[in-house]
């Protein structure tokens, strides 16, 4: 499923609510004269280094990161709980201090609201920024070739959710997912249907909107994003 990961990962609990847990993931050169492509021998200066210590505070689970990422020191925290018994919370983000010379120091962080009411629908607001994120699409290339770390383009991203029981078996959702800058958006139809109780098959719908490319040049992100449906039968044992 994940070929080629190298990982290990040690958990201690030291309350009923507290956890500390150190994570490492191998890095390795790329070397044509092997087989596979790939050096045999881990390339420590890019091996990643994660410890991560939470615990619960009232109505809130607290987390705070603190490690080394591709060579980059990475300071995080994460949070998610509940307020007034009806509003969910939850936020997670990071400092990164680039080993590379030049490069600026980065920021992520997002911020999502959420409430599931009686009948079973389930409404979320999520604000994504990141200060290493393109604020015109011009830009997109450039970007995208210096920092390899983002999944994204821009530098502001807004998505709504909603989520919704039709029947006890059925589970549908929907994703609208907008970037501020050049104002393409994409929509994510989504639905799982309980086979039994160690099946399910889900469906998903990807529908992007924007800008398509030009001659080879990004003129929004999502855009050139293609239209994909995509069927998954799952089963558990």
Do not use: C
């Amino acid at each position: 499923y994940k070929p080629g990961v190298d990982a290990a990962r040690l958990d201690w609990q030291w309350g009923e609510f507290s956890q500390l847990s150190l994570m490492t993931v191998f890095d390795y050169k790329s070397e044509s004269s092997k087989n596979t492509g790939w050096s045999t021998n881990p390339d420590w200066s890019e091996t990643s280094y994660l410890a991560r210590v939470s615990t619960l505070f009232e109505t809130f689970e607290l987390a705070a990161l603190l490690g080394k990422v591709n060579g980059d020191d990475i300071i995080g925290m994460d949070f998610q709980g509940e307020l007034f018994e009806w509003l969910g919370v939850r936020g997670e983000g990071h400092f990164r201090f680039p080993d590379e010379q030049g490069l600026p120091r980065d920021v992520k962080f997002s911020l999502g609201l959420e409430h599931r009411f009686e009948n079973t629908l389930t409404l979320r607001l999520e604000q994504f920024y990141q200060r290493s994120g393109a604020t015109n699409e011009d830009d997109y290339t450039i970007l995208s070739t210096i920092d390899s770390t983002s999944f994204y383009l821009a530098r502001n991203y807004t998505a709504l959710g909603a989520s919704y029981e039709v029947t006890p078996l059925l589970l549908s959702d929907v994703v609208w997912l907008f970037n501020h800058h050049d104002d393409s958006s994409l929509l994510a139809l989504y639905s799982t249907y309980s086979l039994s109780d160690e099946s399910e098959l889900s469906m998903g719908f990807n529908i992007p909107i924007g800008e398509q490319p030009q001659n080879g040049v990004l003129n929004s992100e999502f855009g050139s994003f293609p239209k994909s449906l995509s069927i998954e039968y799952r089963v558990y044992f």
